[in-house]
C-alpha cells in the first residue's frame, strides 16, 4: 500500500490537481492527463463530496445507477453460494458424507475459491466485469440446478462435491471479486461515499437472510428445492445484468459515470 499512488479524485478535490496531474501523466501522458483532470474538475463542479445528503440518491440520475449498485450487492449474497461456507456440515452430511470427509470437503472448496480468485484478478481487465459476471451466473444457475438435481434423486458421492467445487470456482471468478468492482466504479464522484454505504449495507444485510431463511427453505423444501430457488435467483441475475448493467472495462470513472447517469 505504500507503493500505492493516491487518487487523482481525492488529490483534486483536497485542492492539489499539481499532484493529480503528475500521478495522470505518469500514467497516460500529458496529454491524457489534461484531458482527465478537466472530466474530474467537471464531475466534481457544484458537488459537496463528504457532505452529500442522502436525499441526493433519490434523483432521477442517481436513483436509477443506485438500483443497479443495491440489487447487484444483494444478488451477490443472494445466489446463495455462501451457505456452503456457513452450512457446509448440513449440506455435505445431507449428501451422505462422514465427519471426516466433511472436514475435507471445507478444506477442498476454501482452497478453490482462493485459487479462482486470485485467476479473477488476472482476468477482470483481461475479459471484462460484464462477461465475466453473466458466466458466473449462468455457470451458477446450472451447477444449482444439478445440485438440486442431485439431492432430489438421494445421489450420493463424489460428483457432488464435484458440482459444489465448481460452483465456488465459478463464484470465485465472477460475483465475489467483479461486484466489488462494479460497486467501486459505477458510482459519480460526488456520490460514491454515500452510495457505497447503501450498497454495503444492502449487501450484508442480504447475508444476513440469506443465512437465516437457509435454515427454514431447508426445512420446508428440504435441500433440493433451496438449490433450485438459488438457481432461479441465479437465473434473475444473469438476466438483470444483461439488460442493466454496462461494460466499464477500460473506462474512466467520468466516462462511466456519463453512461449510468446520462451526464
Not at 478453490?112 to 480468485?117: K, Q
Not at 465448481?166 to 465475489?176: E, K, Q
Not at 454496462?246 to 467520468?254: A, M
Request: with cysteine; glycine share 10%; charged share 15%.
Amino acid at each position: 500500500m505504500f507503493m500505492v499512488p493516491e487518487s487523482p479524485r481525492w488529490l483534486v478535490k483536497s485542492g492539489r490537481a499539481e499532484a493529480a496531474t503528475k500521478i495522470l501523466s505518469r500514467v497516460g501522458g500529458p496529454e491524457f492527463a489534461g484531458k482527465a483532470l478537466g472530466e474530474i474538475r467537471e464531475s466534481l463542479t457544484g458537488s459537496e463530496i463528504g457532505r452529500v445528503r442522502f436525499l441526493t440518491l433519490l434523483e432521477p440520475g442517481m436513483a436509477r445507477v443506485l438500483f443497479i449498485g443495491v440489487v447487484l450487492a444483494v444478488y451477490q449474497q443472494w445466489c446463495g453460494i455462501n451457505v456452503i461456507f456457513y452450512y457446509a456440515q448440513e449440506i455435505f452430511t445431507a449428501a451422505g458424507y462422514g465427519v471426516s470427509d466433511v472436514l475435507f470437503n471445507i478444506v477442498v472448496t476454501g482452497t478453490v475459491n482462493l485459487i479462482f480468485t486470485i485467476v479473477a484478478i488476472r482476468l477482470v481487465d483481461r475479459l471484462g466485469r460484464r462477461p465475466l459476471m453473466m458466466a458466473g451466473s449462468a455457470g451458477l444457475a446450472v451447477v444449482f440446478g444439478l445440485i438440486g438435481a442431485s439431492y432430489a434423486v438421494h445421489s450420493r458421492g463424489v460428483h457432488l462435491l464435484a458440482l459444489v467445487v465448481v460452483a465456488m470456482a465459478l463464484y470465485a471468478l465472477s460475483l465475489a471479486p467483479v461486484t466489488w468492482v462494479l460497486l467501486s466504479e459505477i458510482f459519480p464522484n460526488r456520490i460514491r461515499g454515500a452510495a457505497m454505504s447503501v450498497s454495503t449495507f444492502s449487501l450484508w444485510s442480504a447475508c444476513f437472510v440469506l443465512t437465516y431463511t437457509f435454515p427454514l427453505l431447508n426445512k420446508e423444501l428440504g435441500p433440493a428445492g433451496t438449490f433450485w430457488i438459488y438457481a432461479g435467483i441465479s437465473v434473475f441475475g444473469y438476466i438483470f445484468i444483461r439488460s442493466r448493467v454496462r461494460e466499464t472495462k477500460g473506462k474512466t470513472l467520468e466516462e462511466i459515470e456519463r453512461e449510468f447517469v446520462g451526464r
